[in-house]
């Protein structure tokens, strides 16, 4: 079982990046996918989540210029970040779930994770 983000960086205020994440080894397709971040001294907290369908959520922080999607044949997904801002610098991981609880997912609900991506934005 393995995800594998990519596509973090730096950036100025006002950028766009777009983070991928591939998932494999996973016995059945985890339906729930979400990406995280987390900054020192903070938990982890949820920034978005697709679900099968299609469906997705998104912290209130991030509502309108994040955008969560996901490939399900090529068993990727995708967080594409716009009009970006200091603090959203963090370490951003990817997460997979068997199923979306409902909002954006909390760390808990996530049963694999990857490694992280960091992701500085600069003022």
């Known amino acids: 079982v393995q995800l594998v983000e990519s596509g973090g960086g730096s950036v100025q205020a006002g950028g766009s990046l777009r983070l991928s994440c591939a998932a494999s080894g996973f016995p059945q397709p985890k339906n729930c996918m979400g990406w995280f971040r987390q900054v020192p001294g903070k938990e982890r907290e949820g920034v978005a989540g697709?679900?099968?369908?299609?469906?997705?959520s998104y912290a209130d922080s991030v509502k309108g210029r994040f955008t969560i999607s996901r490939d399900n044949a090529e068993s990727t997904v995708y967080l594409q970040m716009s009009s970006l801002k200091p603090e959203d610098t963090a370490v951003y991981f990817c997460?997979?779930?068997?199923?979306?609880?409902?909002?954006?997912?909390?760390?808990?609900?996530?049963?694999?994770w990857g490694q992280g991506t960091q992701v500085t934005v600069s003022s």
């Open positions: 997460a997979a779930a068997t199923l979306c609880g409902g909002g954006v997912p909390s760390p808990a609900e996530m049963v694999a």
């Open positions: 697709i679900d099968s369908d299609g469906n997705t």
